[in-house]
């Protein structure tokens, strides 16, 4: 078969339907509906001459022809994305698209970027704020997260998983809710906030306790606007840098990741 007749998208399409087993779930991926999935895989099978699925009373299987050339597939498509980073590499080596949480950012990776930049004053970062940005849209190098693992991304851990159970001194009994750790089962909740930033402010303030991550009150601890009660505690969530594989590739990430988990 040519170059110039590869089946590319529909390669794409094959991709994403074979890591969900779904039509349905690569439709949502890819933005299209899950007719066009199903258009698009007949349309390989009959361009290749092989059947790619089998439907079971339990969904979807791959058959042994498709299972045959997935892994030189998704090694192809890597390949496409990384000689798209090179090509790109040349005007971008010293910027640094980054999304981090607010209170994260101020209060651990800030620093670390200005002792970065000390040393590589030619870097520009760009920084975003929603850590759940789309990598693609918007052009993200690495993204800071407070989750259990990297998950389909390739992940480095930045700090360990512990949270704390912070109050202002003098501050009530009650306590501050929010999504990640929740207070205790029938605990009198004072106010409900939205993220950690949220949290934070709003113990320092005096508006009653809540469960944090130790990196985000380790200053206010030392500086006494807070006060652990009990000891910390181990947790699944961490902060971690998370990336696609291309991106840990690049020699530009290599360095700040080395330089942010202290291999530099």
């Not at 390669?11 to 690569?26: N, W």
């Not at 912070?166 to 906030?193: C, D, K, Q």
Request: charged share 25%.
């Amino acid at each position: 078969m040519k170059r110039t007749h590869l089946p590319l998208n529909a390669l794409r399409v094959f991709d994403a339907a074979a890591r969900h087993l779904s039509f349905t779930r690569a439709a949502d991926e890819l933005a299209v509906t899950p007719a066009a999935v199903g258009q698009q895989i007949r349309a390989l099978e009959d361009v290749l001459g092989v059947v790619l699925f089998r439907r079971t009373s339990k969904g979807l299987e791959l058959t042994g022809e498709a299972e045959a050339g997935l892994d030189s597939l998704r090694d192809g498509f890597l390949k496409f994305e990384e000689s798209v980073q090179a090509m790109q590499a040349g005007q971008s080596s010293s910027n640094y698209a980054i999304a981090c949480p607010r209170e994260f950012y101020a209060q651990w990776l800030a620093p670390r970027l200005a002792a970065f930049r000390k040393d590589n004053p030619d870097v520009t970062v760009h920084l975003t704020a929603d850590e759940n940005a789309d990598f693609t849209e918007a052009n993200l190098d690495l993204a800071i997260r407070l989750v259990e693992g990297p998950d389909e991304l390739e992940g480095e851990k930045l700090v360990g998983g512990c949270k704390v159970c912070v109050a202002a001194p003098g501050a009530p009994e009650s306590w501050i809710s929010w999504p990640t750790y929740e207070p205790p089962e029938g605990a009198r909740i004072a106010l409900h906030v939205g993220n950690a930033g949220q949290v934070l402010s709003s113990a320092i303030a005096g508006l009653g306790r809540a469960w944090l991550p130790l990196p985000l009150v380790s200053e206010a601890l030392a500086d006494g606007r807070l006060e652990a009660i009990g000891e910390p505690e181990d947790c699944r969530r961490s902060y971690w840098l998370l990336a696609p594989r291309p991106q840990w590739r690049q020699k530009k990430v290599k360095a700040l990741v080395a330089h942010l988990t202290g291999n530099g």
